[in-house]
């Protein structure tokens, strides 16, 4: 028999779970679900304030089953990969990237990446499938793990924030992201605030509207050009849900939050393409146009192989937010972190089963260059 997978639940689905499958009451519920997230314990035996017949019964139907763990490495600055086996085969990456008290976890939603931004090396690998909710928090209970539990004891907790910045566009799976965010939250499991939870989108537009009347999260907007013209190049889905569509979303969005709260718009340099004075000009006059609360996180663009893009000089990024701070911008340069180990922004690869054969045409394109 088939075991069902209780770490991608959320409590409410636990719940249910337990008054239908076992015919418990709903506290045993938050029992185990605190024993899973806040514990790790992936062991019904260990859940020590279960009844012996309850824990016997639940590892009849049920499990506890995070990604497999085929490599774990550390960069010199302190942040830390996994390369996680999802079913199917293939591999995702996670990264958590330390800073003084805070510690932020980089989750993948997706194998890969349908969307083919051009600057992103996750693009390149195509696309296999969607992460189950297993596989999705199960990235953030293994972090937990990593480095140490209980995950609200304030002595040992490391992991303050969690992006959904890693392989994938979260919107495009909808459901188990919103579902794992929830968890995330729950102060029953690893109860992160909702600002330092965020979801980070290049446009999907139905999506992101359907987002603000379901979960209240923080949002970055994977934004890369002031323009049409370019960004239809650097982030292809611009051409379905075009800036002017997109910010209007992202309006909407924040209207719906309770709270004044702003968007952060991410911005890759890219040298020679998006990098120059005019570009910043044009950024700036886009958001004074618009009125959005937002600060601009600009980003240096971490090479990988078989790009012919190059990382903007530091000179450059630091005239480009001259001219936006000047412009009453709130703008920050990303430090970049983990490139020695492949894991700053833009370089999660993991190991694609490409079902788009991107991957192939890609390869093939840069062997005839």
């Not at 965010?181 to 989108?201: C, E, F, N, P, Q």
């Not at 049409?228 to 075009?242: A, F, G, S, T």
């Not at 702003?262 to 998006?274: I, K």
């Not at 959005?292 to 990988?304: A, E, T």
């Amino acid at each position: 028999m088939e075991r069902t997978n209780l770490l991608g639940m959320t409590q409410a689905q636990l719940v249910e779970f337990v008054s239908d499958s076992l015919n418990e009451k709903a506290f045993r519920a938050r029992q185990i679900f605190k024993w899973i997230h806040q514990y790790g314990v992936d062991n019904f035996d260990d859940m020590t304030n279960l009844a012996k017949p309850l824990r016997a019964r639940l590892a009849e139907v049920a499990e506890i089953r995070a990604p497999e763990v085929l490599f774990q490495g550390d960069s010199k600055d302190g942040t830390r990969k996994w390369v996680l086996k999802v079913d199917g085969g293939s591999a995702i990456e996670t990264v958590y990237i330390p800073d003084g008290k805070r510690g932020t976890l980089c989750v993948s939603s997706q194998v890969g990446c349908s969307l083919d931004c051009s600057f992103c090396s996750t693009g390149k690998q195509g696309f296999n499938k969607n992460l189950t909710p297993a596989e999705i928090i199960g990235q953030v209970w293994l972090a937990a793990k990593s480095y140490g539990l209980p995950v609200l004891d304030t002595a040992e907790r490391r992991v303050t924030n969690v992006v959904m910045m890693g392989m994938g566009e979260p919107l495009l799976n909808y459901e188990p992201v919103v579902d794992c965010m929830r968890t995330m939250m729950d102060d029953d499991a690893y109860g992160i605030s909702k600002r330092r939870v965020t979801l980070s989108t290049s446009g999907v537009v139905p999506a992101l509207d359907r987002l603000g009347s379901e979960i209240d999260v923080s949002l970055a907007v994977s934004l890369h050009a002031p323009n049409d013209e370019l960004r239809n190049v650097l982030v292809p889905i611009n051409k379905k849900y075009n800036i002017d569509t997109l910010f209007a979303a992202t309006q909407r969005y924040l209207d719906a939050l309770p709270d004044n709260r702003s968007v952060t718009f991410e911005y890759t340099m890219l040298d020679g393409v998006n990098d120059q004075l005019e570009h910043a000009n044009q950024l700036a006059r886009l958001i004074k146009k618009t009125g959005i609360r937002c600060k601009v996180n600009l980003i240096p663009f971490n090479p990988f192989p078989g790009t012919d893009y190059k990382t903007s000089p530091r000179p450059v990024i630091e005239a480009f937010q001259r001219k936006l701070v000047h412009s009453n911008i709130i703008t920050t340069v990303r430090t970049t972190r983990g490139d020695d180990i492949d894991a700053a922004c833009g370089q999660l690869v993991g190991s694609v089963m490409d079902k788009t054969r991107r991957s192939e045409r890609y390869i093939k394109l840069q062997q005839v260059q």
